[in-house]
């Protein structure tokens, strides 16, 4: 099925282990994204990504590493789990249809550290 | 990035239009500006973006005045499933640099 996925939907870990978040477009979009929504809050830009091999910090990256060795993947992980990192974590593909450019979110992976 | 300033909240009745106010004083000259929606435990949808006039699709209206400085989103006719959050976003296009940040968001709750 077309569209953009992530996995798990839900995990529980706890501080100090690494944790990895999967996110999966099968558009073939160039532009990937990983947000973060903490509780009664909007969404923050942790990293994204032009192209495959090509990644950039967002507005909090500290405590995350990203990759994109393949056009539809873009993994984030979190090296070393922090309570503070306990999110609903969302990942974005962008597209342009016709002169639109507009992006599309995964249904979203609800983290907690304990 | 330009920043942006939406009302926290706004309340409205099914049926009414909705006009959603996000100001953005600093835009720069290629900014466009784009409008989500997100529903509870939902990622983002996008609902409309502009440059600058009038857009409209299928769901909603985009004002935006000629300085730019601000732009209005138009809801028909809402009902209760209306009722989320509303982001206003600007910036560069993502090929011409841009990142997507989004803000605070304005609370749509639409009352029957």
């Known amino acids: 099925d077309a569209g953009i996925t992530q996995s798990p939907r839900y995990k529980i870990t706890e501080t100090g282990r690494q944790v990895t978040l999967m996110c999966h477009q099968t558009?073939?979009?160039?532009?990937m994204f990983w947000y973060r929504q903490d509780l009664g809050h909007g969404l923050r830009l942790i990293y994204y990504s032009a192209a495959a091999d090509i990644t950039d910090k967002g507005e909090v990256p500290d405590g995350y590493v990203v990759s994109r060795s393949k056009t539809e993947n873009f993994p984030l992980t979190l090296e070393s789990a922090t309570r503070s990192q306990t999110s609903v974590y969302f990942c974005?593909?962008?597209?342009?249809?016709?002169?639109?450019?507009?992006?599309?979110f995964g249904p979203g992976t609800r983290l907690l550290v304990l | 990035l330009a920043k942006t300033t939406q009302p926290i909240s706004m309340d409205s009745y099914e049926g009414q239009e909705v006009n959603i106010t996000c100001s953005h004083n600093n835009i720069a000259t290629n900014d466009y500006i784009t409008w989500y929606q997100q529903f509870p435990s939902q990622g983002p949808r996008f609902i409309i973006q502009g440059y600058k006039t009038k857009v409209t699709n299928e769901v909603a209206s985009l004002f935006i005045p000629a300085d730019r400085k601000s732009s209005t989103l138009s809801l028909p006719r809402v009902s209760l499933s209306d009722t989320a959050v509303y982001y206003c976003l600007v910036g560069l296009r993502l090929n011409q640099g841009g990142k997507l940040i989004f803000g605070q968001g304005t609370e749509l709750s639409v009352k029957p």
């Open positions: 558009w073939s979009h160039s532009y």
């Open positions: 974005a593909s962008s597209g342009v249809v016709g002169l639109r450019e507009t992006q599309y």
